[in-house]
């Protein structure tokens, strides 16, 4: 939500009963020929967001990319021939819960590990409901071939020994909390993201919810951690943040977390979103390198002046003028951002409004300790979370690495409010380079631990066999 709707949402909140305000964005899906059953399993469907993978309407394509290849989500559309249409409620559990199909193993790109935890009542509503989305008869376009021997499927069998289930409950929480695990751990599978990987690839639990890296993103920190983590938030911004996917001059749901507030979080109801607030409360705190300076509002620009702010018109010539500037050989900073980023991000950090280009004063991706999360968009740009939402570019054919750490400094300095900031070229290139190799490696090295813990449990039987021959031979 941009600064001009949250006033109009306030405005709208301060006419309308507080009953109103509760009141989640209204689910798509849910009709009332449906029966309670299958309405209650859309919500289900929100909370554990099978649409981030599977579409909206349910259809699949989306890869899950891995460096062995991409794994493909399927059509889970009720039809008969490419969807589940022939699947029982007790298939569709295991798939959940075991990650078995009827007749493969899945691979863990399908969240199983986290809904392993689901439980029968919610599967079988979820059943219901799945059966009445509109059938598609046609199989994504790409389909999974992973090579040899990756496409032994039966290999997972020995991953899911090791990694599920993903969590464990916690002692000594309450009922509020309990149900806030359960949306953190199973249905919303918040680790997925957010709790780095172990050889394995499984979920490293020493670090649960303590911010991975996702090829170009950052998940970061959620666990309590005062100076790592999101110790500072209240439970009601959290709640707000994904209500909204903001939390004004502090945070920004961009990029996958963008995708999750659109198509999950932001359905579900307040007293679930406060539950999972009360929950990331309760964790264990994990303090991370990654330490983010807590918003110093004196040193944020002020709005001032609204005709710089808001006025396109009175922007153009500041931009025009830098933009002469850097075409000139200047490398100013401040010169750079305007003529790079001002044109969406407003002179002063404050966005476009009616553009529906983000504010990006205070947020927390620019105060933390480890320029990653801020230079990788300036790099890569950010795709936005819903087909219709505006996209920011990447510049690195625009700009050399000098002059992105150049705005990187200038952004984190006077819109983040730190008191320094000393991102380097070298910097650049390595989060430039480094991201996209470190994941697939770790991922690589995941897979083949896998591999080898099998081909060694393998050679056991095989030679246990052997003994019990040669044994029974004598
Ligand atoms: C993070 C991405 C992701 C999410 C979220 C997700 N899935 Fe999947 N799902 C996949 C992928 C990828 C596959 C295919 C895996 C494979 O080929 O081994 C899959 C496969 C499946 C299958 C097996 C279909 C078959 O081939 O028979 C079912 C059933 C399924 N998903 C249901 C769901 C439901 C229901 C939800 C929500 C509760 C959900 N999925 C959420 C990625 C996802
Ligand atoms: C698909 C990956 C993914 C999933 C699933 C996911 N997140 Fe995130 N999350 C991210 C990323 C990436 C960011 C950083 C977003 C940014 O800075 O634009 C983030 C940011 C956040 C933040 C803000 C942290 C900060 O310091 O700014 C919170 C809070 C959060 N996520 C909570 C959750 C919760 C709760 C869930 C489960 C309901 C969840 N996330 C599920 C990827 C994910
Ligand atoms: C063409 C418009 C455009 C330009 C130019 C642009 N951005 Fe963005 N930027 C966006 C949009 C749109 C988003 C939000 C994307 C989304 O919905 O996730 C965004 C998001 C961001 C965020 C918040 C990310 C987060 O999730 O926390 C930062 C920081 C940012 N931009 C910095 C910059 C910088 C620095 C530059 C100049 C190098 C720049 N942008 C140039 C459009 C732009």
Redesign the pocket.
Known sequence: MKPLSVMLSMLAIGITSSAAMAQATSLPNVSPANSDLANRGAY??RA???????GEDYT?G?A?ETPMGG??????TPSKRY??GN?SEA??KK??QK?R???????P????PS?SG?TDEDISA?FAY?QTVPVYDQAPDYK?DLPFPFNI?TLMLGWNVLNIPSSTNREGLTEVQQRGEYLVNN?G?CG?CHTPRNATMGFDKSKYLAGAQLGHWYAPNITPDALSGIGSWSEQDIVTYLRTGELDQRAFAGGPMGEAVAHSTRYLKNEDLGAIASYLKAVPAIQTDDKVTAVDASRLPSPIDESITHDLVAQKDYLAEAKAEVANGSNSPEALYLATCASCHGVDGYGQPDAQYSPIVGLSSIRRERPDALVNMIVHGVEGSTNTSPIMPGFSDDLNSEQIASIANYVRVNFGGLTSSNVKAADVDRIAAGEDQRPFLIKYAGFLAILGILVAIIVIIFIIRAIIRSRRHR
């Open positions: 289900i469907a554990a967001d099978c649409m981030a993978c599977h699949g989306t899950i794994i493909y989500a399927t059509n889970i969807g589940i699947y298939d569709l798939a959940l990650g199909a009827p007749s493969h193993m899945l691979y790109a399908m969240p199983y809904y689901m979820l799945l999974t499927r249905l599978h997925t």
